[in-house]
């Protein structure tokens, strides 16, 4: 049943109003993003790698002086360009490289699947490939990427700006699409401790393990956005937050805190 309301929703709903819904309760499937104000530092430049409908964009826009969006499907990123104008939205595949990718789109539609330059099912599009470091952003915060087994090769081509800026990293590490180990250890050698949250609160992952817990949680990948919205319980978790370790002598921190205000205050929230 919530297959069908998913696909009747998006066979009936005008994509503008579809994408406003989703990004109005994309905080109930996500806890990691209900919580972005706890954590997200303020001002600066906060980049949503893998925009999809904008649910992450909408929220940092309160928190952040500047949000970059990226994202390769043309129509989704039209979509979050006309919600959200004072957002720069990159219409690309962000990668470890500049060029062209082809980009696998869902065969029913964005709100039911998800496009991948990684996999080969869905209809094949040829789109622009960027990196983040060839953007020349300044003063990047904050960096969530979920590009469905691609993060790997994001990373990589943000190496530049995450070496200088040291942001905290949200990145979808997910066992059934690619091995966890190499983005693990290519974040620890920059000096990045990751967490989770599998409940409310984040634990550092070296006391939780992500590979156990997301084989035995992988039917609520098969189930539908509609499904997992009406019962977010339980969860699925593939967001790691990669948190900077102190530079220099301090004392390591066992939790991401909350950040205080940096730079200009927050925008007032918006209602789309």
Known sequence: MAGTLSMTLRTRLPAGLMGAAIRAVYPRVEPELARLHSYAPRGGTAVDVGAWYGPWTRRLRRLADRVVALEPAAELAELVAEAYP??????????????????????????????????????????????????????????????????????????RTIRRDAP???????????????????????????????????????????VAHQRAAVGRVRQSFARRLVAPWPRY????????????????????????????????????
Do not use: C
């Open 168 to 210: 905290l990293l949200l990145v979808e590490v997910e066992e059934r699409i690619q091995p966890v180990g190499p983005i693990l250890a290519l974040l620890r050698g920059w000096g990045y401790r990751p967490y989770v949250m599998p409940r409310g609160r984040w634990l550092p992952l070296d006391g939780f393990d992500l």
């Open 237 to 272: 978790v593939n967001l790691v937050l990669f948190k900077p370790e102190p530079r220099g002598p301090a004392t390591r921190e066992h939790e991401p805190r909350e950040h205080e205000p940096r730079g200009p205050q927050a925008r007032a929230p918006e209602t789309r």
């Open 86 to 159: 004072d957002v720069r939205v990159v219409r690309a595949a962000a990668s470890d490289h500049a060029g062209t990718a082809t980009l696998h789109l869902p065969e029913g539609g964005a709100a039911v699947g998800t496009s991948s330059v990684e996999h080969g099912d869905g209809r094949p599009v040829l789109v622009p490939r960027v990196t983040v470091d060839g953007l020349e952003l300044t003063d990047v915060r904050f960096m969530k990427i979920d590009v469905e087994g691609h993060e790997l090769a994001v990373l990589r081509g943000a190496e």
